[in-house]
C-alpha cells in the first residue's frame, strides 16, 4: 500500500468521522495525519519494516493510536475504526463531495436531513428539485450543483 494510498484512508476516514459529528480535534488529527503521510518520502511500509510502530511515531503528527492504525491498515487492508465508520455511514455518501459546490458542510445536511448516500439519489433528489427545499442554498450554488452532476454523470 502507497503513502498516497494510506493518507487517502485518513482523509475519508475524517471527512466520515465529521459526518458522524466526532469531536473537531479528533477529526483534525487524522486530516493532519494524511497530510503528513502524503508528504512522507519514504514509503510507510518500508518504514514500519524497518522500525515497527515506533518508527511511525517519529513523524509529526503520529501519535500511539494511528501509528497503530497504520500498522494495521498495512498488514490486513484495514482497521477497527476504519471499518465502525464505514459500516454506519457509507463510504459512497462521500461520492457527492465530487460535485462542485458540495463541501462537508452541505455533505452533513444532506446525509442527516435527507439521507442521500450516494450519486445517484443525489441525482435523482437534484432532478426532482430537492435542492429548493436546502435553507441556504442560492440560486447560483444550486446551478453550480446541476451543471456539476450533469458532468459528473458525462463521465
Known amino acids: 500500500m502507497t503513502n498516497q494510498q494510506i493518507a487517502e484512508v485518513f482523509r475519508r476516514l475524517a471527512n466520515l468521522l465529521e459526518l458522524r459529528g466526532e469531536n473537531f480535534f479528533k477529526v483534525r488529527s487524522y486530516q493532519s495525519a494524511a497530510d503528513t503521510i502524503e508528504d512522507w518520502p519514504q514509503p510507510l511500509a518500508e518504514l514500519v519494516a524497518e522500525n515497527g510502530a515506533a518508527g511511525l511515531r517519529e513523524l509529526p503528527g503520529i501519535g500511539e493510536a494511528i501509528s497503530k492504525k497504520i500498522v494495521d491498515l498495512l498488514s490486513t487492508g484495514s482497521f477497527k475504526l476504519w471499518d465502525e465508520v464505514r459500516a454506519e455511514i457509507p463510504e459512497s455518501t462521500l461520492d457527492l463531495l465530487q460535485v462542485d459546490g458540495v463541501g462537508i458542510k452541505t455533505l452533513k445536511i444532506f446525509y442527516h436531513q435527507f439521507c442521500l448516500t450516494n450519486l445517484d439519489d443525489f441525482a435523482k433528489f437534484v432532478a426532482g428539485g430537492g435542492l ?24
Open 132 to 155: 429548493n427545499s436546502v435553507e441556504g442554498l442560492g440560486e447560483k450554488l444550486q446551478a453550480r450543483i446541476r451543471i456539476s452532476i450533469a458532468q459528473l454523470r458525462n463521465q
